[in-house]
């Protein structure tokens, strides 16, 4: 929408203004640039602060997908200047969460690190859920990167868990695929299938057919990897339709790698070749080496293989420069990334504000039961005290999934000040009790008597049966993959 008034804009025309630029952010960068420069210009001149810091915040978004890093931290500056009392409430996690963007554009991962936790900081203060899942997807994409993978599964489980609960589904598929990513990485290839099925699901109203294509691409690699080669080549060329159709290059050149990857393990070498050519042919017109290395080490190998030895060579010569261009400008990032040497105590402040975050419980606020915990921040309690003696985990089941509820109240008297309990699924809670071995059945008897006691009818509920057991915490890690 066009905004020509130059008096003040009330909010509703700007969000309306702003909701446009959404509408193009993705598919036309360049069109939302011109417009929100455009909304920028008017409302500066209304001294409207909090309208102008709005717009302001959307533009660095813009610069982020126009892949001006630069301009978009500049603007973030012009941001940090503008902010009163009243206004850093409201934007500095919004804000944070710019920085460490444009920062991890640029490859300043540590820096990048940074401004994320203090994105979480200040949305865990202001409750601001959206900006708690976007640092956690942050920092599990930080740990990725620098091969700290268990601390990367753990954070986007995390974001995946909180993103489902308060219902913002395309940063729930967001953390899904960047998860499965990080089971890839792992070689944990089954356990990336039920990951991907759930980013699928939560992304199924997503208008962003990158990523369609992406959760494709990397059902195609997890099948392949766990011996399903037909299965593995028909989700890889779903990818490939998907992209070329809506014109993803970055995502048709990964999906052309992954189908040579398909015909490689097929022993077709010409075609594995012919998808690699393809895969370069795209990538030349957006990737400045990190891909086209990859590329042509792949097709040096290849060649090799072929007998086509002055084709090898050429391709890992080319390897080399793509390689040397590359570590030139990682060094001249990690020279510019001004928090490359706090690693450790960036890692440190990072997992403080998860566990932070993890007593900080959104169901607890609204139900006043401070001993409930989400599943994945209850799973993570759990991780955290598997190495102690005098405690169990007990599983409790019920015929009726409306009893739940009711039941969760029941046993919630039971609790002693270090226990916690969770909802794991529809009709089943989960509980850690600390209580001496020898009396662990005693704890069952006195938890089934209790439960099967419990007047059901007077909640409507006919007929229900319950069952409780103890339970191992590696049982739950399998249940919470297949969940």
């Known amino acids: 929408m066009e905004i020509k008034r130059t008096y003040r804009f009330e909010d509703a025309d700007l969000a309306q203004a702003l909701a446009a630029v959404d509408n193009i952010i993705t598919e036309r960068p ?3 640039l011109e417009k929100v420069t455009q909304i920028v210009n008017q409302v500066r001149s209304t001294n409207h602060d ?21 301009a978009g931290l500049k603007v973030c500056r012009r ?26 554009g640029l490859a300043r991962y540590r820096s990048a690190q940074h401004y994320w936790n203090q994105c979480l900081e200040k949305s865990i203060l202001s409750n601001q859920f959206k900006f708690q899942i976007e640092a956690l997807v942050g920092l599990g994409n930080v740990w990725r990167i620098t091969d700290s993978l268990h601390d990367a599964e753990s954070a986007l489980k995390f974001a995946l868990e909180l993103a489902v609960y308060c219902q913002f589904e395309w940063l ?5 695929i960047l998860l499965s990513w990080t089971l890839f990485l792992q070689q944990r290839f089954t356990d990336m299938l039920p990951y991907l099925d759930r980013g699928s699901k939560l992304l199924q109203d997503c208008t962003d057919q990158t990523w369609h294509a ?3 691409d990397f059902r195609g690699l997890a099948l392949l990897y766990s011996g399903d080669v037909e299965a593995a080549k028909s989700e890889v060329n779903l990818a490939l339709n998907i992209a070329t159709e809506h014109e993803l290059k970055w995502m048709s050149a990964h999906a052309s790698i992954s189908l040579s990857k398909v015909a490689k393990e097929t022993g077709e070498l010409e075609a594995a070749n012919q998808y690699l050519q393809q895969a370069e042919t795209m990538a030349l017109e957006f ?17 090799e293989r072929l007998g086509v030895y002055l084709d090898a060579l050429n391709h890992y010569q080319r390897y080399r420069n793509y390689s040397v261009n590359l570590l030139r400008e990682q060094s001249a990032s990690k020279g510019r990334d001004q928090y490359l040497s706090s690693r450790g105590q960036l890692d440190a402040r990072s997992q403080r ?18 001993q409930f915990r989400l599943p994945q921040s209850w799973l993570h309690l759990v991780q955290l005290r598997r190495d102690q003696v005098d405690w169990a985990i007990v599983r409790v089941t019920f015929s009726e999934p409306s009893a739940t509820h009711f039941g969760l109240h029941v046993l919630y008297a039971l609790l002693q000040p270090d226990d916690r309990i969770t909802q794991w699924q529809q009709n089943q809670l989960l509980l850690t009790v600390q209580v001496a071995p020898d009396k662990h059945q005693k704890l069952l008897r006195h938890i089934q008597d209790l439960l099967s006691s419990y007047p059901w009818w007077l909640q409507g509920i006919e007929g229900c049966s319950v069952k409780a057991e103890l339970c191992l915490f590696d049982e739950l890690q399998q249940w919470e993959v297949q969940r």
């Open 214 to 216: 992406e959760i494709h």
């Open 287 to 303: 990737d400045e080496g990190e891909l086209l290395s990859q590329i042509c080490l792949e097709r040096a190998n290849i060649c």
């Open 79 to 104: 941001v940090e200047s503008l902010l009163t009392i009243e206004l850093e409430f409201e934007f500095c996690p919004e804000l944070y969460h710019r920085y460490a963007s444009l920062n991890w």
């Open 30 to 32: 360049v069109d939302a």
């Open 172 to 176: 729930g598929g967001k953390a899904a």
């Open 353 to 370: 504000l998860i566990r932070r975050l993890n007593i900080t419980d959104h169901v607890a606020q609204i139900e006043h039961l401070p």
């Open 50 to 70: 909090h309208g102008y810091v709005q717009a302001l915040l959307k533009m660095a978004e813009v610069y982020w997908h126009t892949m001006d890093y630069h």
